[in-house]
Structure formats: structure tokens, C-alpha cells
């Protein structure tokens, strides 16, 4: 397991953009997987952008186009950049890495309207 920190969550207005950051312990180069989650209040955890280990990414279909998930290898860093936040963005979102299976412990995301 590699211990995961996110970090950039905070309060926004809609529209505007917010860049979440998750430093891993290890190298996540050789996962598999990575990727975003988000939890809004009441809801069930769900994934809202991945990355697979040859680059390929995948996006939930209301974040197309205003998400974009990378990394930085040498940095061992994954980042969330979200602009046009909408009110329904808001949620806990966590990082996940495939293997080794590790979750970071949650950022906190809201969108004002």
C-alpha cells in the first residue's frame, strides 16, 4: 500500500476552477489505474476520472470537457484540474490507486452557486 494525500479542495463560486493534488509515498507509475472519486452527501462513492498505465483516461460523462486527470511521475503525483465547477460538483473526492490498493483520506470540494 502507498499512503496517498490529497490536497486543493476548498469553497468556490460556480464557474469557478479548482486543481486537486495527490502525493503518493511510492511510485504509482506502474499502477494500473489511478483515478478520482467523489462522494456527495448521501450518495455512494463514484469514479469521475481515471488513468490507466499507458495514459488512456476516461471521464464521467458530466465532468467532460471541464476535467482533466494527470500525473507526474517524477513527482509521484496525481492532479484533478476542475474549472467550470457546477453546484453538483461539490462532494469529498478521493484518489485511488489500483495497485497497491490505497485511498487517500478525502478533500472537501463546494460550489456555491
Known amino acids: 500500500q502507498v499512503q496517498l494525500v490529497e490536497s486543493g479542495g476548498g469553497l468556490v463560486q460556480a464557474g469557478g476552477s479548482l486543481r486537486l493534488s495527490c502525493a503518493a509515498s511510492?511510485?504509482?507509475?506502474?499502477?494500473?489505474?489511478v483515478g478520482w472519486f467523489r462522494q456527495g452527501t448521501g450518495l455512494t462513492r463514484e469514479l469521475v476520472a481515471g488513468?490507466?498505465?499507458?495514459?488512456?483516461?476516461n471521464y464521467k460523462d458530466s465532468v467532460k470537457g471541464r476535467f482533466t486527470i494527470s500525473r507526474d511521475s517524477a513527482k509521484n503525483t496525481m492532479y484533478l484540474q476542475m474549472n467550470s465547477l457546477k453546484p453538483e460538483d461539490t462532494g469529498v473526492y478521493y484518489c485511488?490507486?489500483?495497485?497497491?490498493?490505497?485511498w487517500g483520506q478525502g478533500t472537501q470540494v463546494t460550489v456555491s452557486s
Open positions: 485511488y490507486v489500483a495497485n497497491p490498493l490505497s
Open positions: 511510492g511510485s504509482i507509475f506502474d499502477s494500473e489505474f
Open positions: 488513468m490507466t498505465r499507458e495514459g488512456h483516461t
